[in-house]
């Protein structure tokens, strides 16, 4: 295959992704932004979210500018022991022994760390600013227009973050790709640098996720108790004083912070193939390998882009048809062009074809036949998607969970809270007998490089799901400052339909991203085995076996540390908020503005004391492991780790969704309605579950992937260990 | 060694313990049983207790009768199939190759199973009994006595289950291998029928705490709901119709199931290191291995019987003291006997010691140095200790935890709630640190043997352990009997120091418990791997990934049917309650007597029909893994539930304990005491803690023990599987 074509298609299709999420953007910028109260809520958000992205940014960048450095130093003076590795002659497999220069090799892992870092940062902070923008856009083009054109608006403004991340993903991902072939280093080198690429794009993740799921949810916990329970106002009400804290939330957190997030998965699927066929395809055939998972990727953002054209909302018609119309279209144009790359590497693949009877065994089974590939990534596909569909089924109030727990809130807050522990933990059942079929099926047919392809295949259409997804809190701010603006109620029964189909299509997304968290992780750690020259990671020896059991540890510990931490965080905010209620006894009767800007601040200053300590415990312990215990029990902590935290992100993403729509369907009269017993019971469930839902489940997926990923990176550093 | 003098030293020791049991009974049955409402109370306890054993008992009848007709039957016509293993040439390690006579196979281990079942019956049948006669003379005692006289009462209660556990449980063991012996068989042989001693006590334990489980906290949830929520009236209420099966409760669920918890680690622990020494030692030293094991655990049960006489009140000293004195005088006791045990089998020790460097590789290192056993066995028993502590920090209100989450209850439900599981998960950190390093360590000087004893010295004075354990429920059942009696608060106050006393031995113990299940199911994973002839269980390999995601989903899967079932049958119940309060209008006012037996009889047959799916879940699904997918994906699944099994274990052990003393603490007048906003709260948080820590959390100890010993007893016979 001719490489620069490859490579230059691609860096278009990113560019183009990246082109339109700017047209978008400017497009928005041009609907009406309303005016008056409209524009004051809307700019007090705007305001917010800035200064908490401004404020987080910061310390980032000195995170980034230390890790830069360490990498740096660390790659450049530790090489001696990188290479010091010993050929593992019972396995036909490559080993990595390629020489590079030190300083070379320290400088570029750096470098393709950083731009991965900023990447992240950059697609997360557009995401932002559009939906910020987006919002009041909404509320007025609902006012103006009617529905279809507000779902339009929300729309696009979730699609220039979509755009944005796959664009952005990719492109750094061929930059890296790009220059290590111009300094002509081979197609495994190349590799190994994108790695870095990926590393720092996870770290910001880690960050953007637990730093904004703190922020969004101490608010929100902080607005909802003294708000709706003490106070006894309305959600949305312009008298609460968190109000704004809490809209600014779902921009920081469910926009930017679920932006990086996403972006971090779709690049280490991708990288996490690439290894993998580096690793099995032989000298001649591994750069049609590393194109073939790349032209895989550009088919699915462009895919996407085109699919992102069919959203269009019809009269009397639900906007979730509109919305599954764009997936649709998507998916099928993704199979269609992923099928043609199969046909173009025919060759390639079919030197890859299964031969060894022993493979299965020794983790180097290739395919079982010429079109493995594509079907791999048909199996990928499917298994996000079911996993999607059995989240909604979870968490839907058509369904009988979502009914059970509203009718157990009849006797009170503790049996809605039991009801809603147990769904959510009956809710692993099924997502993980799939993932589990779905290993085991693309392994069969297509090895280890079946189970990456199928990673890469859940996640190909990221930039369609992504949209759809960042619709939801921009409908959802769309309502608020509706409310707070105190328009006419048809007006917030649109941006409510709107927000409703959020609501699911949110729910769908959360079991979309741990689906594709487990299938990318499960790649990342066959690459990591590889690259750490290891044949096997035996449970059965004891230092593993501790390993298993204290990573499985590890994510209920920092799962506990980001619970507390949304907890902290909400009792300042509560405390606050009392003392404004207390001090300003005008707020109450509309006399007095309450000081949004002080519930900002707090939040804004709480999230970012809190998110340190689980990001640090994310990033060195597996770094610690594997220097002081070697690459064995580094292997089983990673296996803890991720089994146990499979479960809790399923868990607790359901449990918490559950508990939400329990409230609502209260809410809408049944089981006693507003006011009732059960409504105060489910009003307990729904703040239970939103640190669940929003913070903790949503980290667990980055903590995976990026402990996963830092081993990967340092993989070949770690042999057996000190002790 | 004298194989009959040792297997004659153990059985006296069993007979012993039993003989002491029965002395202590009557030694109960002659203290004043008091008189009038005490009498009749104590009656109404007694009599629903027996009535549910009864029909409990009927249900398992069914099912070990199915059970042990199901194993005669696999055992004799598929022994075909189990001796065609191929050897594993590349370890130099004993093979499963022995030949039985089929009939004799098949018959063998149905009828040791068949013993292990009755005899973990008997054992739950007798602690049961005595402790529903110790409770009504515990209450008399303090009521003429005082606490000294009331706490002799409620140990020697508790002592009856302590020593019959032990007695029991050793004597089986005993029997199977004086038969086995007697017939002429092997020592392996021998180890491998008492395997099936081992699954019968498991399968009865599994049924014992699941349903005894669900029947105490059904009771408990409905009795708190109603009772002090709705008709707002105080614990242990005699208007509160479900009061008498809360009390019956805590009999079946905290004695009898307890006590067949317990039996069952402790068999499992023994039986573990049996088979590990029986696979490690050559034929020359394979009985004395063997006998050296059997050495150990009847050196604990004679530490145990010595240790309970030091257990003596004083007058002014608190009640734990005394406790905490027989638990340290069997501790050093027991160190004393085994060092001795160390020297006398010095010789079978030697040859065991470290020769293979490649040893550490292939799970057949053995001793590190002689007296390495003697090591591994302390290191087992501070595991034990430091674990239980641990516990005791995060559920005893003197620390920060408990007192932080009586602080959160001040701002509600929802953080109160917030609060406790993040403290529970929390907890998870310093206890799975401390058993990483028992099992590192104690496989580092001594190897599987190693692990394997350090689980036997985990568990080796559960005789006082047990006891200690046991007394508290007696104690609660005493205040509650003072409570209703309406007896003068002076003995009320005697039986809450009582009581008081037994809530925190309760958390130490159910720490303890967690620790050894995880641990013997360690010792009894690596006996499993041994046997089914595995050289290693790869997690790298796609299907045993596979397998342990789904083993990790097991965890959380029978968690959620537990805690539901404990909700349905509370609800049946609580609507019990409130019509009885409704029909019968006289019951708050004194002036009828609410119908108890009706209570009692709803709980029962609740916790009946919905023990039953949970059991069988554990049950089938480790032999249909087996049997369809090979032993290597059973490995992985088992590792999967282990794993997250003890996380789960105990964050839900530590946040009950936690949830019940915040609230506790509350009541006695901190952060705004009875009747504040805060102990509403701590009241949601104190139920939904219950589930979590008396039913879901012990029957996952227990549901991790009887899928390894499953796994075990047919390991044999998985090979590669079917697919």
New interface residues.
């Given amino acids: 295959m001719n490489v620069v074509l490859f490579l230059g298609i691609g860096i278009v299709i990113s560019l183009a992704a990246l082109g339109y999420a700017f047209y978008l953007y400017r497009k928005i910028l041009s609907f009406d932004a309303g005016k008056g109260k409209v524009v004051e809520i809307s700019s007090y958000i705007k305001e917010g979210a800035h200064a908490f992205l401004r404020a987080e940014y910061k310390v980032i960048f000195t995170y980034i500018f230390i890790a830069t450095i360490t990498i740096f130093i660390g790659f450049y003076f530790g090489y001696d022991h990188i290479s010091g590795l010993t050929e593992n002659s019972n396995t036909n497999i490559v080993v990595d022994q390629t020489q590079y220069s030190d300083l070379f090799y320290g400088l570029g892992t750096a470098l393709s760390f950083l731009m991965g870092s900023l990447f992240s940062l950059s697609a997360g902070y557009v995401g932002m600013k559009s939906a910020t923008n987006a919002n009041s856009r909404t509320t007025t083009a609902a006012q103006k227009s009617g529905i279809i054109k507000a779902l339009d608006v929300a729309f696009k403004g979730g699609s220039v973050m979509g755009m944005s991340v796959v664009g952005f993903g990719l492109l750094g991902l061929f930059i890296v790709l790009a220059l290590s072939f111009a300094f002509g280093l081979d197609p495994y080198e190349a590799i190994t640098y994108s790695a870095g690429y990926s590393l720092g794009a996870s770290s910001i993740a880690l960050f953007g996720r637990v730093g904004g799921g703190i922020y969004t949810k101490a608010a929100d ?1 902080a607005a909802d ?1 003294v708000g709706k ?1 003490e106070a006894e106002i309305p959600e949305d009400d312009p008298r609460n004083p968190a109000v704004i804290a809490d809209n600014v939330g779902d921009n920081v957190g469910d926009v930017a912070g679920m932006g990086s997030d996403l972006l971090e998965s779709y690049v280490s699927s991708v990288i996490g193939a690439a290894t993998i066929a580096a690793l099995i395809f032989t000298a001649v055939h591994r750069m049609d390998g590393i194109l073939f998972v790349m032209t895989v990727a550009f088919s699915g953002v462009l895919s996407s882009i085109i699919g992102s054209f069919f959203v269009k909302g019809k009269e009397g018609k639900s906007p979730f048809k509109a919305l599954k119309m764009g997936t649709y279209v998507s998916a099928i144009l993704f199979i269609i062009f992923t099928f043609i790359a199969n046909v173009l590497f025919l060759d390639t693949i079919n030197s890859g074809l299964y031969t060894d009877p022993n493979g299965i ?1 020794m ?1 180097i089974k290739n395919f079982e036949f010429e079109f493995a590939p594509f079907f791999s990534i048909i199996i990928g596909l499917s298994v996000g998607v079911l996993i999607g569909l059995v989240s909604e089924y979870y968490t839907a109030d058509a369904y009988r969970h979502v009914k059970n727990i509203a009718k ?1 809130s009849e ?5 809605n ?3 809603g ?6 809710s ?2 099924i997502p ?2 799939i ?3 779905g ?2 099926s693309s ?1 069969f047919i297509g090895g ?1 490089f079946g ?1 990456g392809l199928a990673a890469v295949g859940m996640l190909s259409t990221a930039g369609i799901t992504i949209s759809v997804d960042a619709y939801g809190p921009i409908a959802d701010n769309a309502g608020g400052i509706a409310e707070m603006s105190g328009l006419d109620k048809g007006v917030r029964e649109i941006t409510d339909q709107l927000d409703s189909v959020g609501n699911t299509t949110a729910a769908i997304e959360k079991g979309f991203a741990i689906g594709s968290a ?1 299938m990318t992780s ?1 790649a990342l ?2 690459a990591f ?1 590889r690259k750490a020259n ?1 044949s ?8 593993v ?9 590890l ?3 920092f ?3 980001v ?2 931490s ?2 902290k965080a ?2 300042e905010m ?1 405390e606050e908020v009392r003392r404004q209620f207390r001090e300003m006894p005008g707020i109450l009767q509309y006399k007095q503005t309450p000081d949004y800007a002080k519930c900002v601040e707090i939040s804004t200053a709480a999230a970012l004391k809190e998110m340190v300590l689980p990001a640090m415990l994310a990033i060195i312990t597996p770094l610690a492991v594997g220097f002081f215990f070697g690459a064995q029990v580094l ?2 902590l990673l ?2 780790t ?3 935290g ?2 809790l992100a399923i ?1 607790m993403a359901n449990a918490g969704g559950a508990w939400d729509n329990a409230k609502k369907l209260i809410e809408t009269g049944e089981f006693g309605g507003k006011g009732s017993i059960a409504h105060k ?1 489910s ?2 469930g729904d ?2 579950g939103d ?1 669940f839902k929003d913070t903790a489940g949503p980290s667990i997926d980055i903590l995976i992937k990026l402990m996963t990923t830092i081993s990967l990176v340092f993989a070949a550093a770690f042999g057996l260990g000190l002790f």
Same sequence: chains 1, 2.
């Avoid at 096997?536 to 230092?543: G, R, S």
């Fill in positions: 916990v108790l329970i065994f983790n157990q006797t009170g807050h503790a049996t809270i039991i009801a522990i147990s769904t959510g933990m009956e692993t059942l993980v007998l993932l589990a079929t290993i085991v392994y280890l189970v487990a499960i750690f066959s085995i290891l096997a990671i035996d449970i059965a020896t004891p230092k076996m501790a390993g298993l059991i204290v990573g499985a540890m994510a209920f510990f799962s506990s540390m619970i507390k949304v907890g909400a009792n509560i292997g089983g296996a803890g991720l089994a146990t499979i479960m868990f019971a009003i307990t703040t239970v640190p």
